[in-house]
């Protein structure tokens, strides 16, 4: 199976992910600034705004390059420090969603190393505090410890929720295509059970008329290449999907071809008698699909197990449900229940309990076998 497609970032989330960032950027000059003046700073100019421009600026590049905008960001607030600017909002916190972002990324340790150098120079710097006010020295490392170790924490949680996440819809995605796959196999049963059942019988009459009536033979033996033809072309349309994932979509049998199916089993020999009620056109595709794979598969039991000679088609699209019954004159369950006709009387079974409806088969009360499927359209149910 080809390799899944990489991930594209939706737009809205990528307009979103620019919105984010570009208040970030904002938040963090206002607020530093906003601080900065509410301690005394007389002229913002000549350090808190280019500061908090800067520290800004970077944040709008954050998701594209993480650890660089830490290492500037902490770079910056260094040099506003060293240049002998006083920040009431410490060391740590101005560079605080840089340090967020940079713990999301695998390079999670080289920022707590980043975070812990900074932290030491901090303390460093902040030594002659220690001597007039000690209590006041030790909240200011611990509460810088304390936010950086919540940075950390909280992005190291944010990149786990969002793998957990990804994994979770990995999972559905395979489970996804394994579904697809059931579902194909179920195809392909029926497309090969229904053409061997037509073509095994038209072989059988070209056989028992080749030296009597070679036209008729020649009649047979063209029905029996034109049948295979088709099933070929939705065997490659199947198979391609089994090879290459459900990207693609499957050849989809629809009510229409219902003609087709009942043309091929008179060909081979039946008489059938095909009737419906209701309005075809209104059924949507799912419903229409079982509907026709019912008849497909109980034509193909008939031909090829029940020895019968006449079957009834009668389907009826109601508002609600669509009701289908196939009857024939054959053999009943001594001969449609056994060997590979159990198993298409068992797909037949698991494709309309899939949507809901209801299954029966069995020996008819005049004889034969009967095979009844109640499948329900959109909004409707069989209970």
Not at 109 to 133: K, P, T
């Amino acid at each position: 199976m080809a390799a899944s497609p990489p991930r594209r970032e939706a737009v809205p989330a990528r307009h979103l992910a620019r919105i984010t960032d570009l208040a970030l950027a904002v938040l963090t000059l206002v607020f530093f600034v906003a601080v900065a003046l509410a301690t005394g700073v007389h002229n913002p100019w000549s350090g808190p705004i280019p500061l908090g421009l800067f520290l800004g600026a970077l944040l709008l590049v954050r998701r594209r390059w993480p650890m660089t905008v830490l290492l500037l960001s902490i770079g910056g607030v260094i040099v506003y420090h060293l240049t002998g600017h006083w920040s009431p909002a410490g060391w740590i916190w101005p560079a605080a969603v840089a340090y967020f972002t940079a713990a999301t990324t695998p390079h999670v340790r080289w920022a707590a190393a980043a975070g812990l150098a900074q932290l030491v120079y901090s303390a460093i710097d902040f030594r002659l505090v220690l001597d007039l006010n000690p209590s006041r020295y030790l909240v200011h490392v611990a509460g810088e410890g304390l936010l950086l170790a919540i940075l950390i924490v909280a992005g190291r949680s944010y990149a786990v929720a969002l793998r957990r996440r990804e994994q979770l819809r990995e999972a559905d995605d395979r489970a996804r295509v394994a579904e697809e796959r059931l579902r194909v196999s179920h195809e392909v049963h029926d497309v090969i059970a229904h053409t061997l059942a037509v073509v095994g019988v038209q072989l059988n009459v070209a056989a028992d008329t080749l030296e009597e009536d070679p036209a008729a033979a020649a009649a047979a033996l063209s029905l029996a290449k034109d049948v295979r033809n088709r099933a070929m072309a939705d065997l490659r349309s199947l198979i391609a999907i089994l090879r290459d994932g459900p990207e693609g979509t499957a050849p989809q049998a629809d009510l229409a071809s219902l003609d087709t199916l009942v043309a091929d089993a008179r060909a081979a020999g039946l008489e059938v008698t095909f009737e419906e009620h209701g309005d075809r056109a209104a059924v949507t595709a799912i419903p229409a699909i079982a509907v026709h794979r019912v008849v497909q598969e109980s034509l193909a039991n008939t031909l090829k197990h029940a020895e019968a000679s006449e079957v009834a088609v009668t389907i009826g699209y109601g508002p609600r449900s669509i009701v289908v019954e196939i009857t024939d004159d054959g053999r009943g369950a001594s001969g449609a229940g056994e060997g590979t006709a159990g198993h298409g009387l068992a797909g037949m079974r698991e494709r309309v309990s899939a949507l809901g409806g209801a299954f029966t088969a069995g020996p008819a009360p005049g004889g034969g076998f009967a095979v009844r499927a109640e499948i329900p359209v959109a909004g409707g149910s069989t209970a």
